[in-house]
């Protein structure tokens, strides 16, 4: 069993292929082999690489509360490309994981060949802010109450997931089986390290504004807590495009695999050729008609 050694910790990872390294960041409710459809597909091109974060066995799960936020896992990132020798990838990660790929990309932007953000945003809003950490303080209980099998029994289920449950019940069945699978123990940790405690996708304005990593936004057109903060990303990070996925929830990347992978390898394909350029600034315009007004 393959491990790294990262910020004093183990981690489990796999790896195929061969290529520029593609290092995929799985989300929440998933863990490394989330990713085996997109394994399959980009190892056939790329070095591909997939991790179980922190608090997700076989990798380490340190009980101390303070061993889990936002910051350590960019880090981490950082951490197992370092032990891995790689200077720099492509990082794709898909909401927990696309939160920590985008931060990865404000920390560390000489690090990154190009960013996928997929399905990051929750809990953004700043009207819902409370609400949310209310709803994760109230998950995070009853992950240590009621372990991972209760939780499965409305997490798997909600709002975003009804749509993979609905077009792939065999592939949501998997999904079902493997997040039940998991340490109840890890997810209460990192419910309250990372998602509570995670800066709103607004906040990060500033920095996003900076960026000039290539990066590709990717959202479901029924992940409604994601729709707004995928739009404000996007307009936001001038080196950034979007994608919206039709009739698609939260789990995008297992929900329509072939959308998912086309999309990104078409985006991998031209950051590799050097042609994803910044945004143009004349599309920029207060006017639909009328070319922005030269800057004073």
Not at 11 to 38: D, I, K, M, N
Not at 86 to 107: D, E, N, P, Q, V
Not at 126 to 146: C, H, I, N, Q, Y
Not at 178 to 193: E, I, P, Y
């Amino acid at each position: 069993m393959p491990t790294a050694q990262v910020n004093g910790l183990s981690l489990f990872y796999e790896e195929v292929g061969e290529g520029t390294p593609l290092v995929f960041v799985h989300e929440f409710a998933g863990e490394a082999r989330s990713w085996y459809l997109q394994v399959r597909f980009f190892a056939r091109r790329y070095r591909t690489i997939a991790y179980n974060a922190r608090g997700y066995p076989p990798s380490d799960a340190p009980e101390d509360p303070t061993a889990y936020s936002q910051d350590q896992a960019a880090d981490d990132i950082r951490g197992l490309l370092d032990a891995l020798g790689i200077r720099k990838a492509h990082i794709c990660g898909l909401s927990m994981g696309g939160y920590a790929t985008l931060h990865f990309g404000l920390r560390y932007p000489e690090r990154a060949l190009s960013l996928v953000v997929a399905g990051a945003g929750y809990g953004s809003v700043s009207g819902e802010r409370e609400k949310f950490r209310r709803d994760v303080e109230e998950t995070a209980l009853r992950f240590e109450r009621d372990g991972m099998k209760a939780v499965a029994e409305f997490y798997t289920k909600g709002p975003t997931r009804v749509q993979f449950k609905d077009k792939d019940p065999a592939g949501w069945q998997e999904f079902y089986d493997m997040f039940c699978a998991q340490s109840a123990k890890g997810h209460a940790l990192t419910m309250r390290g990372v998602q509570m405690s995670r800066p709103s996708v607004y906040e990060l304005e500033a920095g996003m504004e900076r960026m000039t990593v290539p990066t590709l936004i990717v959202t479901g057109d029924e992940d409604e807590p994601c729709l707004e903060p995928a739009i404000f990303m996007k307009r936001t990070i001038r080196s950034s495009g979007l994608v919206v996925m039709p009739k698609a929830g939260h789990t995008v990347n297992l929900e329509d695999p072939e959308t998912f992978n086309r999309a990104v390898l078409d985006f991998l394909t031209a950051v590799d050729a050097g042609r994803w350029p910044m945004r143009n600034p004349a599309s920029l315009s207060a006017s639909a008609i009328l070319p922005p007004e030269p800057a004073r």
